[in-house]
């Protein structure tokens, strides 16, 4: 009987220790749960401040914003001599001048990028670099030097694991085989292209494959396949709100639609992407949309007049900004 | 003999052991933020007033905290003695001609002891001394510093004067108030002028007309030269109100020089807030939940064709 109010009490002992003990750890967990988070440097946190403002207002196609940000950030970089984002600076400034048609100023910035980064040995840099020097020979109607960096960056990314540079560069190298009637070559590199950004959820990469599918099926008259390709291509567009993403693929389906007859359809497609273009601001583009429906009103009889068309194609001033960066 | 412990004593003991362990553990954190342990230096200071300042105040010196109030009472002669205690490594920087004022946060918090620390020309001011002090500014102070009283006055009396110089006119009084408003002098020139008319237009006229025409003319002179008699006081009125208004030009460039500091003040304040979100920031419970800070990447312009 002793023996089981001893064993009871001894067992109400251990049940307190064990009660204290779990306090105890309670406390210790929360004294030092929350661990010092290892804070950066305040510039080098500044600098990717920056550089992540910068990002945002590119993904929105803000360039004049985005190009602003990435300017800071290389200023600030270059206050603590930080190669790594020294050289990201560069890369993105001469993504932001080539996106904004500013030729010089974008191979300037990508070959300073490529040159600081013999220093950095970044395989993911240099495949960016490539590839955005790709796109600058392409711009420049440079073909084969275009061909040849897109090569040089797709090994680089596939070396480096970088799933989204390899979908973006092999996008590009299927685009470019299709413009030189190189269909076949082209539908497999998008293919593998499409596949990649299955896997990534790279959605503006996605969204390119299923387009240039899409038209390569145009230009061989399957034209089902290619209204597939194109209405999933505007899917992912819209989904991503990606505007400058949809007004293509909306002229795409224009085009479709005009190899179709269907005249209606095709207007209703390059009413939309004209008006886009023209809220974008970027109106070369809308002059070819301009030339589609004119050919769709000698063809076709619609629209009616181009008269409200032809007042879109004013060339925004110096300080005009996209109504979607105000 | 040997003691034997059972069991149930043993943990009872390691439970007592280790509630103590964790009383102490806890007493070393949280005195190590409070400086339980760093050694003090306790000086005294003597305000008009208490300007709620109570035990645990903070003591600044330069803007930084420095200690606390320990006590605050009232002395015989009706004066609020603060006893307050600074950390040791700042007490040398105290000295004879330093300066302790009351302050006010700008946004939040509670009145505070600011002291700035003098020049090292004075000596230190010993422990248990007592620390000159200045007044902290009341709202009537500072409105008698900034004249605002005086600048007031000098509206009324300019408004006045403008009530003044307008009532004339309206009433009538005055060259000027008789030019707006006196039909009849208005009628005696327009005589006059008929009479001229007249006199011009008939030579022939008799020479009662010619008697009646001059009285009116001299009539009318005499309006003129009281008017032209009044016309440097006028002027002497304009000038001194144009005086009054250039001084009150004046003292609002005054004023307008202190917005830079009430814009101080306020940049100042929002430091304050700043810091404080700060601390709320290095809080554990909030740290882990706080978003990771910004990565930088780089962008690869992909196109469609154009």
């Keep these: 009987m002793f023996n089981d109010a001893s064993r009871k009490a001894s067992s109400t002992g251990i049940k307190i220790f064990l009660l204290g003990l779990g306090g105890f750890l309670i406390l210790l967990v929360i004294s030092c749960g929350g661990g010092r988070k290892s804070q950066l440097p305040p510039r080098l946190a500044e600098v990717r401040r920056l550089s992540s403002e910068g990002s945002y207002w590119f993904r929105q196609g803000c360039f004049t914003k985005a190009e602003r940000s990435f300017y800071r950030a290389l200023e600030a970089s270059r206050l603590v001599d930080n190669l790594a984002e020294m050289v990201r600076a560069h890369n993105n400034l001469g993504a932001v001048a080539l996106a904004q048609d500013h030729f010089v100023e974008a191979g300037e910035h990508l070959q300073k990028a490529l040159e600081l980064n013999k220093l950095l040995q970044s395989g993911n840099e240099e495949s960016v670099a490539m590839g955005n020097l790709g796109v600058l020979a392409y711009k420049a109607e440079r073909y084969e030097e275009a061909e040849q960096l897109w090569e040089r960056a797709l090994v680089i990314a596939e070396e480096n694991g970088q799933k989204s540079a390899l979908a973006t560069n092999l996008n590009h190298l299927g685009m470019l085989k299709r413009k030189q009637d190189r269909l076949k070559e082209a539908e497999l590199l998008l293919q593998r292209a499409l596949d990649i950004g299955e896997r990534t959820g790279s959605k503006s990469s996605l969204a390119n494959s299923h387009m240039q599918l899409g038209v390569v099926a145009r230009i061989q008259a399957d034209f089902t396949r290619a209204e597939k390709q194109l209405t999933k291509a505007l899917e992912i ?12 693929v909306l002229e795409e389906i224009g085009l479709l639609r005009q190899e179709q007859q269907q005249w209606e359809m095709a207007y209703l497609s390059f009413d939309r992407a004209i008006n886009l273009y023209a809220i974008m601001g970027k109106t070369a583009k809308a ?33 005009w900004e996209s109504p979607l960066c105000r | 003999m040997r003691l034997q412990y059972s069991t149930m004593e043993r943990m009872t003991g390691a439970f007592i052991l280790l509630t103590l362990l964790i009383f102490l553990f806890t007493v070393a954190v949280v005195g190590r933020g409070k400086n339980w342990f760093r050694k003090h230096v306790v000086f005294y200071t003597t305000f008009e007033e208490g300007y709620n300042l109570v035990s645990g105040s903070r003591v600044k010196l330069l803007g930084t905290d420095v200690g606390s ?238």
């Design chain 1, 237 to 248: 567009d819209k989904g991503a709100e990606n505007t400058s993403g949809i007004a293509q």
């Design chain 2, 69 to 306: 109030v320990v006590e605050v009472a009232l002395s015989e002669n009706n004066q609020a003695r603060v006893k307050i205690r600074v950390l040791a490594d700042y007490a040398p920087r105290i000295r004879t001609n330093s300066v302790a004022t009351v302050e006010s946060p700008t946004v939040i918090g509670s009145e505070y002891i600011n002291i700035n620390p003098g020049t090292t020309i004075a000596p230190p001011i010993p422990p248990e001394g007592e620390i000159p002090t200045k007044e902290k500014k009341k709202l009537m102070e500072y409105l008698e510093e900034y004249e605002v009283g005086e600048k007031l006055e000098n509206i009324g009396k300019i408004l006045e004067d403008l009530a003044q110089i307008t009532g004339t006119v309206g009433a009538g009084e005055g060259s000027l108030g008789r030019l707006v408003k006196s039909d009849e002098l208005y009628q005696q020139i327009s005589d006059e002028l008929d009479a001229i008319g007249r006199f011009v237009a008939t030579l022939q006229e008799t020479a009662d007309h010619l008697a009646r025409a001059g009285a009116k003319i001299e009539e009318g002179s005499i309006h003129v030269e009281k008017a032209t008699r009044e016309a440097p006081e006028m002027v002497d009125k304009v000038q001194e109100l144009l005086d009054r208004l250039l001084r009150v030009n004046a003292l609002m460039e005054k004023a307008m020089t202190e917005v830079p500091e009430i814009s101080t003040q306020a940049r100042e304040g929002m430091r304050e807030v700043n810091l404080i979100l700060e601390s709320v920031k290095e809080n554990f419970l909030i740290r882990p939940n706080l978003p990771p800070s910004p990565e930088s990447e780089s962008h690869g312009l992909e196109i469609r064709g154009e």
């Design chain 1, 287 to 319: 002059s070819q949309i301009l030339e589609h429906l004119k050919t769709n009103q000698d063809k076709g009889g619609i629209p009616e007049s181009l008269k409200q068309y032809e007042a879109l194609l004013v060339s925004p001033g110096e300080y």
